[in-house]
């Protein structure tokens, strides 16, 4: 039996169809095909895995942790797709196909405990250990420190990866716990390192300025970054001291610099915030940008840890005043109730200090130390 003819309106309906169907727009044909391209991209180059080492998976014992990873050589040309023109600086070509970074950069993730559940190989993760402080800690392997890339992308997965250590949902920590910062540049050493980062590193006391107050046992010496020959004029806990060790603000070491006061970790966002940070503090330390320079650029990732611009804008105006504190040994009025609340080094007071300590040293705490106003 043969079928019947399509009326004129069906057939004219079922043409208008095709033709909506066929005439995509460009633009919906642009996206699908740069949606593709990125995920080719993301699947080609670099790629990270675990090692194998069981000693990664455990709880061990302070300083028994495994060796790092190294992952800031080895991409490949594919993994710097996105790189802007003024950022080629941070990467190297190593062979005709490879490149690496310059800069590197490690965390210290401190928590309270781990869930026997969540304690596994990462690839992000060198292993846990025992720490004194707090009760435990993940530490990083050496990680590329980057500008906004097809590689950062990848390092970022490796966070999300571990997002069970990291986030406080599911490992809890407290405000005895620490986060350690340390960076690294190639052919530079820990002081060369610490003399070019000392006046960007206002940002960094402003920041974490609670901390100079309740974790002062473990960075008590030399407040105002200088290097160990100038022993007798460093600044910290006990005034005056001449002791530049482990407990630094910022410490040394033979090829990188450790940033001992930066707070807890408790999400991967903070931690992807901290990488662009650092980034931007380590670049501008490299390229000798001034104060302001640098400041331009770190002001839109201050502005997203927090959830109030205002407050914000205070933190990074008060970061003008820890700038000139490092600088200078001066503490002002603006630094005075976090750098000096006890009246270690009246010597180093400026005027508006004195004032400020006149007018509000008669109020006192629960434990006896002045109330001063802070920000």
């Given amino acids: 039996m043969r079928p019947r003819n399509k009326t004129g309106s069906e057939s004219s309906n079922s043409r208008s169809r095709c033709r909506r169907v066929s005439a995509l727009p460009d633009e919906t044909k642009r996206s699908k095909q740069q949606s593709d391209s990125k995920f080719k991209v993301m699947t080609q180059g670099v790629t990270y895995s675990n090692s194998g080492d069981s000693r990664r998976a455990e709880l061990r014992n302070y300083g028994d942790k495994p060796p790092f990873r190294d992952f800031r050589k080895g991409a490949a040309l594919q993994d710097a797709v996105g790189l802007r023109p003024v950022d080629r600086a941070a990467l190297e070509l190593q062979t005709p196909t490879t490149i690496g970074a310059k800069y590197g950069?490690?965390?210290?993730?401190?928590?309270?405990?781990?869930s026997r559940s969540v304690v596994r190989e990462y690839p992000l993760l060198c292993g846990f250990e025992r720490d004194g402080s707090c009760g435990w800690e993940a530490v990083t392997n050496i990680l590329p420190l980057l500008p906004a890339c097809n590689w950062r992308t990848k390092i970022y997965d490796l966070m999300h990866q571990a997002e069970r250590v990291i986030d406080d949902q599911w490992s809890r920590s407290t405000l005895n716990c620490g986060g350690h910062v340390s960076v690294s540049v190639e052919g530079m050493s820990g002081d060369e390192l610490l003399m070019r980062m000392r006046p960007l590193s206002g940002i960094i006391l402003a920041l974490y300025r609670g901390r100079l107050?309740?974790?002062e046992r473990y960075m008590a010496h030399n407040w105002n970054m200088l290097p160990r020959q100038y022993s007798d004029k460093m600044i910290g806990y006990s005034g005056y001291n001449g002791a530049a060790g482990k407990y630094s603000l910022a410490?040394?070491?033979r090829e990188s610099l450790e940033y001992r006061l930066p707070s807890r970790i408790t999400s991967v966002r903070s931690m992807r915030l901290r990488y662009e940070l650092m980034y931007v503090l380590v670049d501008g330390a490299v390229k000798v940008q001034t104060e302001a320079q640098v400041r331009r650029r770190y002001t839109p990732i201050i502005r997203a840890m927090y959830d109030d611009v205002a407050k914000a804008d205070k933190v990074i105006e008060l970061s003008k005043h820890f700038d000139k504190f490092i600088m200078t040994g001066k503490v002002n009025a603006k630094v005075l109730p976090w750098v000096d609340p006890r009246r270690n080094?009246?010597?180093?007071w400026t005027r508006c200090a004195k004032r400020l300590w006149r007018?509000?040293?008669?109020?006192r705490d629960?434990?006896?130390?002045?109330?001063?106003?802070?920000?």
């Fill in 105 to 114: 950069i490690g965390f210290e993730v401190e928590k309270e405990r781990f």
């Fill in 213 to 215: 107050l309740t974790s």
């Fill in 251 to 253: 410490n040394p070491r």
């Fill in 345 to 348: 080094i009246p010597e180093a």
């Fill in 359 to 363: 007018e509000h040293s008669g109020e």
């Fill in 366 to 375: 629960w434990r006896g130390n002045p109330v001063l106003p802070r920000l």
